[in-house]
Structure formats: structure tokens, C-alpha cells
């Protein structure tokens, strides 16, 4: 009998649960462990060595729950931690292991949605600071030029339920129109960061017309589905239940208020104490 291997998803709260509805859309047979650090949220305005030491915590926890493959589902950990965690930690910890994120898949394929070759990043802070968008679009489409635009308002707009109150129009349409003033002729955006879909109808009414809004859910999805297909041995060592469990290192009622508008179904997650060892 196989022992219980789920893929873990993570996030540093809610967002990562965009990512993971998608996936269990296009791979509903396999068993999920989703874990959000809400009590350390947000993570975009902390610094590469915080949001690293977070996210390692947070990866050794899913390892030591039986997780083979583990996906970092948020734009400020895959920036800043993830590198250093396949490069440094995993060798350690376990090779066989693999730790995946959303900037790669993303950045493969987004120059393949602009005719103009000009691209807009939204995401938070961390991510734009640390420059992944641009560097990495740069190896896929060197001819690509990338403007970013950080929205650090956005995430606590989405934590806090204020996404679709008129007072987020302002922050929307501010960094909206930040972004096109870079160049009229940027006609793809991609929200880099796992909170912003639930901002979308927003930013669709603020966007210039004609341009195409990108978010990642289903690209990390397809991306992820393509991975296991060619990885058979780690897809072996997945079990297929169907079963999802959601833990959050803060309210667990909060959590499944929160996690039944991003997830889209009722939740009941489990609290987790990261202290208690
Ligand atoms: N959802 C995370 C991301 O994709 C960011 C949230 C945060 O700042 O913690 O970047």
C-alpha cells in the first residue's frame, strides 16, 4: 500500500490557493497538502534572507509530512528563496526531493502572449526587486522588453476583504497607470503574484483596452502536469487519493472564510503551530 505522498503547495497566506484550484482541475487524481504562513503574511515587503528563512521552515514541514514534491506558490518565495533552496538546502536535506515554483513556468511562455513585445509585471515589492521577472523572460525572449510596477497595497487589499470595496479602485488604477506610462505599447500584463486574480475584474475595468491580462493559475497548472509526465519515477511517489488538506500557521476560521472565496469550495483547514517541534 502506498504511504500518503502529497504534492504540497504553499503560500505565504490566501494567494497560492488560485494556483492550487487549477491544479486540482487538471490533476484532480493526486493528494494536496496546501499550507499558507498567514501569521508571517505578507511576505512581499520583507527582506531575501526573512522571506528564505520562512520559506525553508515552511519546506521542511511539508517534507517531514511525507511531501516528495513541494510547489512554492507565490511569486515573493519563488523570487527570493527558491534558488537558494534547490542549490544549497536540498542537496542536504534530501536530493531526490524537488522544489518547484511560479516564476519559471511563467516566464517560458509569456512573451508567446504579446505581439508587441512588450510586457507589464505587477507583484509585490520582493519580486520586483529582485528583477526574476526580467532576467528570466530575458533567457526565453531576449527580444522582450519588460516594464514592472510594484502593487504593495494589493495583497492587503485581498487579505482584508477590501478587493471589491471602491476604495481598492484607487490603488488599482494608480498602479495601472503607472505601469502604461512606461510605453503605450505594452499589450500583456501579468499579475505576478498569487493574490491579484481576485483583484481581476477591477484591473480589467482600469486596463487600457486590448491588452491581455495573465494570470498564472493555469500555466503553473499545465506546466506542473507536463513536469510529472516526464518525471514518472517522483509522479510514482505522489499518492492519488484525491484528497486535499489545507493548514494555515494563523485562524483557522479566517482561513476557511478567505480560502472558500479563492479556492472556490468550502474548507476546513487545520491550525499549525511552526514553534512547536
Ligand atoms: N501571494 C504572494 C506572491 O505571489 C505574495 C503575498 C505576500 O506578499 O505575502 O507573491
Not at 497560492?16 to 512581499?44: F, H, S, W
Not at 508567446?112 to 510586457?119: A, D, L, R, Y
Not at 528583477?131 to 487579505?159: G, H, N, R, T
Not at 503605450?184 to 483583484?199: E, M, N, R
Request: glycine share 8%; net charge negative.
Amino acid at each position: 500500500m502506498q504511504e500518503r505522498s502529497p504534492i504540497g503547495v504553499f503560500d505565504s497566506g490566501y494567494g497560492g490557493l488560485t494556483v492550487l484550484k487549477e491544479i486540482v482541475k487538471q490533476l484532480p487524481e493526486y493528494d494536496y497538502l496546501y499550507m499558507g504562513d498567514n501569521a508571517r503574511a505578507p511576505y512581499g515587503p520583507r527582506s531575501f534572507d526573512t522571506v528564505y528563512q520562512y520559506t525553508l521552515e515552511c519546506v521542511k514541514w511539508f517534507f517531514a509530512q511525507g511531501c516528495e514534491l513541494v510547489i512554492l506558490a507565490c511569486n515573493t518565495a519563488s523570487a527570493k528563496a527558491l534558488r537558494t533552496i534547490q542549490q544549497k538546502d536540498l542537496p542536504g536535506i534530501d536530493p531526490s526531493k524537488r522544489v518547484l515554483g511560479v516564476i519559471r513556468p511563467t516566464t517560458e511562455i509569456i512573451g508567446g502572449f504579446s505581439k508587441t513585445g512588450e510586457i507589464g509585471i505587477l507583484g509585490t515589492a520582493g519580486t520586483v526587486q529582485s528583477d526574476s521577472y526580467p532576467i528570466e523572460i530575458a533567457k526565453f525572449f531576449p527580444a522582450c522588453k519588460v516594464y514592472q510596477e510594484a502593487c504593495p497595497m494589493w495583497v492587503p487589499l485581498v487579505e482584508n476583504n477590501e478587493y471589491d470595496e471602491p476604495g481598492a479602485d484607487y490603488f488599482v488604477k494608480k498602479h495601472l497607470d503607472k505601469l502604461s506610462a512606461n510605453s503605450g505599447a505594452i499589450d500583456t500584463v501579468l499579475l505576478a503574484c498569487t493574490h491579484y486574480p481576485l483583484l481581476m475584474h477591477k484591473i480589467r475595468q482600469y486596463i487600457r483596452d486590448g491588452v491581455t491580462v495573465v494570470s498564472q493559475g493555469e500555466i503553473v497548472a499545465e506546466s506542473l502536469a507536463r513536469y510529472l509526465d516526464k518525471h514518472r519515477e517522483l509522479a510514482k511517489k505522489c499518492s492519488k487519493n484525491g484528497k486535499i488538506d489545507f493548514y494555515t500557521t494563523d485562524s483557522t476560521t479566517d482561513f476557511d472564510n478567505h480560502a472558500a472565496i479563492f479556492f472556490g469550495g468550502a474548507v476546513a483547514s487545520k491550525y499549525l503551530d511552526l514553534q512547536a517541534k
